[in-house]
């Protein structure tokens, strides 16, 4: 029987990743004992790429797990890979502003209406010009659109995560990253699981509420837990639909 066991992240305070290991990461897709634990990085500069002066071709990199069988966000997973990564004044790493220093805050990005526009990386970045971040599971050969931030979503082991800048488009035309993300060790028929919480900066008050979402493929069954305290967890514990949802929870202790 195939069973996938989902774990809440409802943290406390605000967590920033730690820095990398050194050469932790590696240029290419996942290869080797990481091919099934680790997760592709893709970084699309798209009309970035030569803006400014610098050139910034399409990075792919490895993002080993150092303890396979955790969890990770998807800022840990960009750090792992050796992508530098600076989040936004207001929001911290709830909102991706520059991978790789880019867009620097000193060269000019042609919004529409705005040719010299630059980002400052305070607030928001702005719809017309921010990185657009995307997730595959690795078994098939098409990107998905995050509608939740990578300080809210954990990775897929095996999977892809893409970061493509999006510059003028509309969420119909928001460009995928520009390598195709497929894992050749990746069986189609493995389950999988995903989960996402909706707040933006991974923190909520004791006493509040939380929503949290997930989606899995090939499992036969589903379970939740709550670690630290284990009792804590304000009722997601247990079986889940296999098809995936959302489910408020209330935590009644501190912890994750």
Known sequence: MKRVLATALVLTGLVVAPAPASAAGYDGICTGADALSGTTIVVDFQELDGNGGVAAPTITRCSPNATPGTDRTGIKALQDAGITVAGTVKWGLGFVCRLNGRPSSTENIPVTGNPTYKEGCFNTPPASAYWGYWHADGSGSTWTYSSYGALNRNVVPGGFEGWSFSLNKSASTNPVPGVTPTNPAVN??????????????????????????????????VSASSV??????????GSLATSGGTQNITPTAKGT
């Open 228 to 237: 630290s305290p284990a009792s804590g967890g304000g009722g997601w514990s």
């Open 188 to 221: 189609a028929s493995n389950p999988t699981v995903a989960l996402s919480i909706n707040d933006l900066d991974r923190k909520i008050t004791l006493g509040q509420t939380t929503s949290l979402s997930w989606t899995s493929a090939n499992a036969t069954s």
